[in-house]
């Protein structure tokens, strides 16, 4: 158990570019609710479980299935994604400090058979007080595929369609790892709900807490994780380090027990300091993810997808000065 959570910590700390426009049809959030009332210990591990399952048997599944469902959950068309981070952290090592920090905020939504999705994203990374911003888009309207990526001052805007090429095809493989931001909140939900079984962590660390709220047309259970939990989540083995945190999942089913979502909120701060080695550091991260089932995407496409290029349009040289340029910076 203690060695999946450290694989939890490694895509929880991960720093991507994210997304921030589009939604579902959905005007107040399925997660709020009133959390007052516990869960018994049959509602916890059954309303875990529906999600674990409706997500694939582990996370490695949903990452390895074929491109048309990589994405899939089952019983669902699409889903609706968000996520939300800010970081910070410094350290001064023999007097020599460092700073760094992120603020990123995203949402987005994508149907699975490929027809729609409208997906963008800000993030503005600072470190030892140089700041920069990266932009995202990705946008798929009559099955063709645009994306449009802003670093600095170095812009791109291009579209996919049939019969790319190899060129075209090396392109898009590049443009997709710097994009590749859609899945974030599936991957590390997936890995807590589906490499963390409900049995599983009973075991380990004894029940924790669920509070229920089966109000309106959903039932709510709401998982706060204990400090054993959080400590081997995000904590230091350091007997030199000071830790706290607190992190809550909260699980939505309709009334038939049918998975509806997911959202994962967690803020923690570290802190370590070693006197002899002349070593200190700070860490600190608050962070809340969620996806859920939609149906529709009602979203804005940008106004200039007729000016996005297309891939096989473009010429190496442009290509290269487009990643130089970001090298650069």
């Known amino acids: 158990m203690k060695k999946k959570l450290v694989a939890v ?3 929880v700390l991960v720093v991507v570019l994210a997304c921030s426009l589009a939604a579902c049809n959905n005007s107040k959030s399925m997660f709020d609710g009133n959390f007052t009332k516990e869960a018994s210990k049959e509602e916890a591990a059954s309303t875990w479980k529906s999600a674990a399952s409706a997500m694939g048997s582990d996370s490695e599944e949903l990452a390895t299935a074929s491109e048309e469902d990589s994405f899939a959950v089952k019983g669902w068309k ?8 800010t970081n910070s952290s ?4 023999d007097g020599t400090k460092r700073e760094i920090s992120s603020d990123i905020k995203s949402e987005g939504a994508l149907l699975f058979d490929g027809s729609a999705m409208a997906v963008t994203g800000t993030s503005t990374m600072s470190a030892d007080g140089k700041t920069e911003t990266a932009k995202v888009g990705t946008y798929t ?5 645009y994306t449009s990526i802003s670093y600095g001052e170095s812009a791109l805007k291009v579209k996919f369609t049939d019969d790319l090429g190899t060129f075209g095809k090396t392109i898009k493989d590049s443009l997709t790892e710097m994009t590749d931001f859609t899945s974030l909140a599936l991957d590390y939900i997936g890995e807590i709900i589906c490499e963390m079984p409900y049995d599983e ?5 004894g029940d924790f807490k669920a509070y229920i709220d089966n109000s309106g047309k959903y039932n709510r259970v709401k998982y706060v994780f204990n400090d054993e939990m959080m400590t081997d989540l995000f904590g230091s083995s350091s007997d030199k380090a000071t830790f706290s945190g607190e992190c809550s999942v909260i699980i939505v089913t309709d009334k038939d027990g049918a998975f509806q979502g997911v959202k994962l909120e967690t803020t923690y701060s570290l802190s370590e300091k070693d006197e002899e080695a002349k070593y200190e550091s ?38 290269m000065e487009f990643f130089s340029s970001i090298v650069g910076q």
């Open 9 to 11: 910590v490694a895509l």
């Open 78 to 85: 699409g889903m609706k994604l968000s996520y939300s981070a």
């Open 282 to 319: 700070s860490r600190s991260m608050t962070l809340s993810s969620s996806i859920e089932k939609c149906d529709e995407i009602d979203s804005s496409l940008p106004e200039d997808l007729a000016d996005y290029k297309d891939v096989k349009d473009m010429t190496l040289t442009e290509v």
């Open 90 to 93: 410094s350290s001064t090592n």
């Open 141 to 145: 309207k009559d099955s063709v595929l």
């Open 201 to 205: 962590i009973v075991k380990e660390y």
